[in-house]
T-cell receptor
C-alpha cells in the first residue's frame, strides 16, 4: 500500500464549477499537509499548507484535513481556466527534522472555458 | 522570495555521456536540497537528499554511482547523470528547504528535461 493515495484523474470541469480534490494516507504520524500545483513542464509550487486537522481558506482555495479518517481535501471555488494544472498533495510527519515529503500521484485538472 | 533555479532547463545528449544539472537557491540558504525524478503523468519520485558539506542520502533503488550529487554550498547542489542511457530520460526537479523554514516546506525548481538519444 502506498503511503499516499490520490486519484490521478483526469478531471474536467466547466468554468465556475467547484472542484474537489482528495488524498488518503496510511501513516498516522503525518502532521503537515500541503497542496502543490504543477503546470505542465514546470516545477510544483506550494498552494496551501495546513497543520493537523481543520480547515484553511485562501481566496478561492480551501484545504481540509481529517486526521481521524486520514483524508485531506482541496476545494477550488469558481474555477478558472488558469487553474488547469496537476495538483499534488504532500505530507510529512516532522516540522523541522529530516523527514521527507510524501507525495500523491497528482490529479490532472482541466477547467473548460 | 524563495526562488530556486535549475540549469539547464532542457538537455539532449548521446547515450554514454554525462550530464550535470545545477540547482540554486537564489534568495535564501538551503540546509537541505532534494532531487526528484518525474516520468510523464506520474508523481515526483525522490531520488536523494543532500545536506551541505555531507554525502547525499539516496533512496532505495537509486544508484549512487550513476547519479552523483554534490552539495558544495548552502545555495548550490548539482546532480550528475553519469553514462546516461535512454531510460534515464526524464524530468529532473530539485527542491530546497530553507534554514529559516518554520515547517517542512520545500521550494521547487522549474525542472530539467533530460533526453538521452
Amino acid at each position: 500500500q502506498k503511503e499516499v493515495e490520490q486519484d490521478p484523474g483526469p478531471l474536467s470541469v466547466p468554468e465556475g464549477a467547484i472542484v474537489s480534490l482528495n488524498c488518503t494516507y496510511s501513516n498516522s504520524a503525518f502532521q503537515y499537509f500541503m497542496w502543490y500545483r504543477q503546470y505542465s513542464r514546470k516545477g510544483p509550487e506550494l498552494l496551501m499548507y495546513t497543520y493537523s486537522s481543520g480547515n484553511k481558506e485562501d481566496g478561492r482555495f480551501t484545504a481540509q484535513v481529517d486526521k481521524s479518517s486520514k483524508y485531506i481535501s482541496l476545494f477550488i471555488r469558481d474555477s478558472q481556466p488558469s487553474d488547469s494544472a496537476t495538483y499534488l498533495c504532500a505530507m510529512s510527519g516532522d516540522q523541522t527534522g529530516a523527514n521527507n515529503l510524501f507525495f500523491g500521484t497528482g490529479t490532472r485538472l482541466t477547467v473548460i472555458p | 522570495g524563495a526562488v530556486v533555479s535549475q540549469h539547464p532547463s532542457w538537455v539532449i545528449c548521446k547515450s554514454g555521456t554525462s550530464v550535470k544539472i545545477e540547482c540554486r537557491s537564489l534568495d535564501f540558504q538551503a540546509t537541505t536540497m532534494f532531487w526528484y525524478r518525474q516520468f510523464p503523468k506520474q508523481s515526483l519520485m525522490l531520488m536523494a537528499t543532500s545536506n551541505e558539506g555531507s554525502k547525499a542520502t539516496y533512496e532505495q533503488g537509486v544508484e549512487k554511482d550513476k547519479f552523483l550529487i554534490n552539495h558544495a554550498s548552502l545555495t548550490l547542489s548539482t546532480l550528475t547523470v553519469t553514462s546516461a542511457h535512454p531510460e534515464d530520460s526524464s524530468f529532473y526537479i530539485c527542491s530546497a528547504r530553507s534554514l529559516l523554514a518554520a515547517y517542512n516546506e520545500q521550494f521547487f525548481g522549474p525542472g530539467t528535461r533530460l533526453t538521452v538519444l
